[in-house]
């Protein structure tokens, strides 16, 4: 016989096996019940007899909302998941205007506050590279501006053409 696929647990009338152990809405044992009281009693309470352990002998039933259940399970598997960490890459040049550098800083700090790592690029085209200060200056800026959202994990340095610095976001308390 193939096996069907899950459909979650029975409820209301779907159980028709008798008698059934039965736990209350506040969750004390009422012992075991025929079915068909058990199916009564959670109308009386404006609930549903739901079936919880179908395997045991007798099965276990329970009065609860169905739908407030469903809605539970579907809270704690959407918990379940773990955010990837990413890394991020903001890139800026030397004569970057400050209010560009104000909107990198931004995006940055959105990324950071998302649980991802930054890292943080000058760039240096052409005759850029005989001011290597100005470069310094412009990540100074930009990780003094983001000191508070993260910790430094690698300090600014220069790789060829490029000054890197990487963030990461800091830990929550």
Do not use: W
């Not at 501006?145 to 910790?151: E, G, Q, R, T």
């Amino acid at each position: 016989m193939p096996q069907q696929p899950e459909r979650g647990p029975r409820i209301n009338e779907q159980i028709r096996i008798t008698p059934i152990r039965l736990v209350g809405a506040a969750g004390e044992q009422l012992g075991v019940v025929p079915t068909a009281q058990a199916l009564e009693m959670a109308r009386e309470a404006n609930l549903d007899l739901v079936e919880v352990a179908p395997h045991e002998k007798p099965p276990v039933c329970k009065i609860i909302d169905y739908g407030k259940l469903k809605y539970e399970q579907s809270r704690k598997k959407d918990k379940a998941k773990v955010h990837q960490q990413k890394l991020k890459e903001i890139r800026v040049r030397p004569k970057t205007g400050d209010h560009d550098v104000e909107t990198k800083v931004n995006q940055a700090r959105k990324f950071l506050e998302h649980g991802d790592k930054v890292l943080v690029n000058v760039l240096f085209r052409g005759r850029e590279l005989q001011h290597i200060e100005e470069g310094r200056r412009i990540i100074d800026q930009i990780l003094e501006k983001l000191a508070d959202f993260s910790k430094l994990e690698k300090a600014a340095s220069m790789e060829g053409r490029r000054m890197t610095a990487l963030l990461a976001p800091k830990p929550a308390k």
